[in-house]
């Protein structure tokens, strides 16, 4: 190590020699990375510098127990990767998240600052790497091209599993509120049409069920990445790293890290393709595009409040107006859209990535995981937002509900069978015309009694064709049983 200046270290790479501030933890290659990649302005997910922590904490542990690792060299890394496990160094994470190099950045970034964390803890000067070198000792056994990979896929395991927590607080909100709306009757509606009546329960149920639905795809994810390459090092050969070493890095990073994982049976395919997470992506695009239909309903049905739907009452949550008194905006559900529209173009980025590599290994990891840590943190805290300040406060407006009911042609539907299609589509056809209701044209023309309509007309009876009153409740009993167990 030369010094420069007293606030600066001379350090030295392939490239050349370069003045880094005396104080950092960082080292040359990640200097260089900085200044070449000021791309978004942004620094690193916190999760992923945790991942390669617990990654050269584990690659460190194995290279002891193999001969490899002088063992006080392996204790000093250990040491720096649990201070930075417990947020300290932060700041000296400087690189860019999207950034040429396939993250080599990233990687020599990680190794600096624990190398240099490391010679502190054995009683050197941060950049004498005679005493703990980022490549050789920090780095040894492994390469970018399965540090890496393995570190995108701990990061979106532990972000997933955030993100599932929020969609089970979702689907708890709409089943209560599926409970809650049960006995309300309103208008169904196809292609925004006036359809047959339907319970307000009975919609709010299908959402559960489309979010349980994306909680299966979610789980199914999560074991998409539990499969990893480490070992592999640069092309899933293994080169350098010895058997021992490979037998071992996947345990010890299961032991160190809490979570798990298996090491892939081919770790070139492994090297090679990221379609595990195109499926991941694929799956919170999914979630996202139930999200927003969920959200469009919502806002169709508080519209209004005098003009519109007004068939439910959303929670008044801002102003939304600058000019309009009193005007109230449905903004959570406008913020859930928005993130649904942000995660399907980040799924389509993930994509061509993915598509987008060469032979042994793509380089084009960082935008992937760019965009696969926003899309699911964006997600979660979109789902977190929908839970609180909407869903879990929706209220229902019985009366316009049945109102709309009683007051549509839709209702023809389910006494066309008694009267039959074509005198049915007349009575339509009338009621329309005339403004008048259909129970009063029905009646007027002594079609049924008025004890038969009310019969037909029955909510349970047009919502649940063929079922009693007490079959409703079991149904209703084994929907409580279905989200218990989920």
Do not use: W
Not at 324 to 351: H, R, S, W
């Amino acid at each position: 190590m030369n010094k420069g200046n007293s606030d600066y270290r001379i350090e030295q790479d392939s490239i050349g020699t370069k003045d880094v501030p005396e104080d950092v933890y960082y080292g040359v290659q990640s200097l260089r990375a900085a200044e070449n990649f000021h791309i978004t302005g942004l620094t690193m997910h916190p999760e992923i510098i945790n991942s390669l922590a617990y990654i050269k904490k584990a690659a460190a542990i194995t290279n002891c127990e193999i001969g490899l690792l002088d063992k006080r060299i392996a204790q000093a890394i250990v040491h720096a990767c649990d201070e930075i496990l417990a947020g300290k160094f932060r700041k000296d994470f400087i690189v860019d998240p999207i950034q040429g190099g396939a993250g080599t950045s990233l990687n020599m970034n990680a190794n600096e600052v624990i190398a240099n964390r490391a010679i502190e803890c054995l009683g050197g000067q941060k950049g004498d790497y005679s005493i703990v070198n980022p490549n050789d000792h920090v780095n040894c056994s492994q390469s970018t091209n399965d540090v890496i990979p393995t570190a995108g896929k701990m990061t979106s395991l532990r972000l997933l599993q955030h993100l599932k927590a929020e969609l089970l607080r979702l689907h708890t909100a709409l089943c209560q509120k599926a409970e809650e709306f049960d006995h309300v009757i309103k208008m169904g509606r196809t292609q925004m049409q006036d359809a047959v009546p339907i319970r307000l329960g009975q919609e709010f149920h299908a959402y559960s069920v489309a979010i349980q639905r994306d909680i299966k795809r979610m789980d199914k994810a999560m074991d998409e990445m539990r499969t990893l390459n480490m070992g592999g090092t640069a092309v899933g050969t293994g080169i350098n790293a010895d058997e021992a070493y490979l037998r071992r890095i996947v345990p010890n990073l299961v032991e160190v890290s809490d979570m798990e994982f298996v090491q892939a049976f081919d770790l070139i395919d492994a090297t090679q393709n990221l379609d595990s997470f195109v499926a991941v992506s694929g799956a919170i695009k999914a979630c996202a595009v139930t999200l927003s239909k969920i959200a469009n309903d919502l806002r169709l049905m508080s519209s209004g409040p005098r003009a519109g739907f007004n068939e439910i009452n959303l929670p008044a949550k801002q102003n939304g107006s600058s000019i309009m008194p009193g005007k109230v905006n449905p903004v959570i559900p406008e913020v859930v859209n928005q993130v649904a529209f942000y995660v399907i173009g980040n799924d389509v980025t993930i994509t061509m990535a993915a598509e987008a590599g060469q032979l042994e290994l793509n380089a084009f990891e960082p935008i992937v995981f760019y965009c696969m840590f926003h899309s699911i943190d964006t997600l979660a805290y979109a789902v977190q937002t929908f839970v609180d300040n909407c869903v879990s406060g929706i209220t229902a407006n019985e009366e316009r509900c049945r109102f709309l009911v009683e007051n549509s042609v839709g209702i023809i539907t389910a006494i066309s069978p008694h009267v039959g299609y074509q005198k049915a589509a007349e009575i339509a056809k009338k009621a329309i015309a005339t403004g008048e209701s259909i129970r009063n044209l029905i009646l007027q023309e002594k079609l049924l009694s008025e004890e038969d309509l009310n019969r037909i007309l029955d909510p349970v009876h047009m919502t649940e064709p063929g079922i009693s009153a007490k079959d409703l409740l079991l149904k209703k009993q084994g929907m409580e049983e279905t989200r218990t167990a989920l």
